[in-house]
């Protein structure tokens, strides 16, 4: 699968390195595209991908996702992992969610939700810490549907 990742930072640097090992194709998009291999201009990053993570923070994905385009966005798979937190650990969004706002802005899009209830060490192997562990994954269309 063709994977385009929104950040390069740990949360992003983890999902990326655990996706390629599983032998997937992975991209990372940044706004300053350097000489690093697989690392591009996020849309171009976004245009070659199957799936998009956004591995950047929830209160910066939807103004992203905007710069990307909806028409680059449509009919991809958005995988939300964001936390949209304020300094004080405070919810920035109360009753309501990134992915459901993503969902509500770009239709076209597929938008999943989950991974962002943990840390990024967990998200690439959460039996190392915990004997069992249980991941949430949500799709933003059906919270919209039961709420709209």
């Known amino acids: 699968m063709n994977i385009a990742i929104i950040g390069k930072g740990k949360v992003g640097s983890a999902l990326g390195a655990k996706f390629t090992a599983a032998g997937h194709a992975v991209l990372y998009g940044s706004r300053t595209p350097d000489d690093t291999a697989g690392t591009l201009d996020q849309a171009d990053a976004v245009r070659a991908a199957d799936v998009i993570v956004t591995a950047v923070p929830g209160t910066a994905v939807v103004p992203t996702l ?15 992992v964001s936390a949209a937190m304020t300094a004080d650990c405070a919810l920035v969004h109360p009753n309501d969610s ?51």
């Open 66 to 80: 905007e710069a990307i385009g909806e028409d680059v966005l449509a009919d991809k798979v958005v995988l939300d």
């Open 98 to 148: 990134v992915a459901r706002q993503v969902q509500a802005r770009f239709p076209r899009a597929r938008v999943v939700k989950s991974l962002n209830t943990m840390n990024h060490s967990v998200m690439v192997d959460p039996l190392t810490s915990l004997s069992q562990a249980t991941v949430f994954v949500v799709e933003a269309a059906s919270v919209r549907k039961a709420h709209g």
